[in-house]
C-alpha cells in the first residue's frame, strides 16, 4: 500500500508564490513519472505539469514559465514550484505518482488534493 501526503496550498494574492509538496510512502519498489493536476470549480481535472523518471517535463500551456516541477527520489517526493500566480489558477491541487512494483506492474495513486485560492 502506498500513501500520498500533500502539502503547502493556501491562500495568496496574484502575483504571489506557492510550493506544493507530495510525498509518497509505503512498499515502494521504484516510481515513474510524478504530475500534478488540478481541478477547479465546475470544470474537469487537468494535467498541470509532469516529470518523468529521467526528469523530462511537461507543462500545461496555461504555467509555463511560472511553474516549475521537480522531484527528490531519494525522498520519494514531488514538487510544484508556482510562481506568478494568477487567479485563474485556484483549483484543488492533486498529485499523481506511478508505482513500478517488482512484477512490472504499475499503478496510479493519488494525493488528497490541496486547495489553493489566488485572490485578485
Known amino acids: 500500500q502506498v500513501q500520498l501526503v500533500e502539502s503547502g496550498g493556501g491562500l495568496v494574492q496574484g502575483g504571489g508564490a506557492l510550493r506544493l509538496s507530495c510525498a509518497a510512502s509505503?512498499?515502494?519498489?521504484?516510481?515513474?513519472?510524478m504530475g500534478w493536476y488540478r481541478q477547479a470549480p465546475g470544470k474537469q481535472r487537468e494535467l498541470v505539469a509532469a516529470?518523468?523518471?529521467?526528469?523530462?517535463?511537461y507543462y500545461a500551456d496555461s504555467v509555463k514559465g511560472r511553474f516549475t516541477i521537480s522531484r527528490d527520489d531519494a525522498k520519494n517526493t514531488v514538487y510544484l514550484q508556482m510562481n506568478s500566480l494568477k487567479p485563474e489558477d485556484t483549483a484543488v491541487y492533486y498529485c499523481?505518482?506511478?508505482?513500478?512494483?517488482?512484477?512490472?506492474?504499475?499503478?496510479?495513486?493519488w494525493g488528497q488534493g490541496t486547495q489553493v485560492t489566488v485572490s485578485s
Open positions: 516529470i518523468t523518471s529521467g526528469s523530462n517535463t
Open positions: 499523481n505518482v506511478q508505482i513500478r512494483y517488482s512484477d512490472a506492474t504499475v499503478y496510479n495513486y
Open positions: 509505503g512498499s515502494i519498489f521504484s516510481i515513474n513519472a
